[in-house]
């Protein structure tokens, strides 16, 4: 089992940065495939970003020029570089891991079976 925590967030104003880190600990980083998902109050959680085992990047339209996800193997970590934030953006963000045989879609949540607890962004206008 894989075992996810997500830091880096905090309060942020709105065209400012943030980056979100997901320590990945229990099985070997490069068995998986990483995403960010994110979760508004009264929102279904929905995706942000995913980078796979092979590196290959995947972003929502929403996100796509502003945020950039990113890995680290030699420290089990995936990043998730926020600019240009927006008050729209405020959200808890979660990390998730799905093994890298997964032929699942990397933009579905149900892709992914292990999760972070999540860390707070909120971006004030």
């Known amino acids: 089992q894989v075992q996810l925590v997500e830091s880096g967030g905090g309060l942020v104003q709105a065209g400012g940065s943030l980056r979100v880190s997901c320590a990945v600990s229990?099985?070997?980083?490069?068995?998986?495939?990483m995403g960010w998902f994110r979760q508004a109050p009264g929102k279904e959680r929905e995706f942000v970003a995913a980078?796979?085992?092979?590196?290959?990047?995947y972003y929502a339209d929403s996100v796509k020029g502003r945020f950039t996800i990113s890995s680290d193997n030699a420290k089990n970590t995936v990043y998730l570089q926020m600019n240009s934030l927006k008050p729209e953006d405020t959200a808890v963000y979660y990390c998730a891991a799905k093994p890298s045989y997964s032929m699942a879609t990397m933009t579905s949540e149900i892709s992914y079976g292990n999760w972070g607890q999540g860390t707070q962004v909120t971006v004030s206008s």
């Open positions: 980078i796979s085992w092979t590196g290959s990047t």
């Open positions: 229990g099985r070997a980083f490069s068995n998986y495939n």
